[in-house]
């Protein structure tokens, strides 16, 4: 079974707020970081946000003071809060778990569209 899964994305007007969600099954009980990736049409996929188990948290340029990364332990889900969207925030966002130095999963993704 897919080990993460994403929801919360839709389409929000340009300036507004979106927040998207990343639930691990049962199966992911630990993990070295957890990040939310995105993927526009014609680019390559990009980091958006990535925390550690530690709580060290990193932004990609392009949505600092904008975005929000952060973690419920106890509902295993790890959320990215979206203010002030922008159109070029538009992609599918996936949300990645690593587990261990050499193990990583993928979320199928959720859309993400942000118009004018």
């Known amino acids: 079974q897919v080990p993460l899964v994403e929801s919360g994305g839709g389409l929000v007007q340009s300036g507004g707020s979106l927040r998207v969600s990343c639930l691990a099954s049962?199966?992911?009980?630990?993990?070295?970081?957890v990040g939310w990736f995105r993927q526009a049409p014609g680019q390559q996929r990009e980091l958006v946000a990535t925390?550690?188990?530690?709580?060290?948290?990193r932004y990609a340029d392009s949505v600092k003071g904008r975005f929000t990364i952060s973690r419920d332990n106890a509902k295993k889900t790890t959320y990215l809060q979206m203010n002030n969207l922008k159109p070029e925030d538009t992609a599918v966002y996936y949300c990645?778990?690593?587990?261990?130095?050499?193990?990583?999963?993928w979320g199928q993704g959720t859309q993400v569209t942000v118009s004018s």
């Open positions: 049962l199966s992911i009980f630990e993990f070295y970081a």
């Open positions: 925390m550690s188990n530690r709580d060290r948290i």
């Open positions: 990645n778990a690593k587990t261990s130095d050499t193990n990583n999963y």
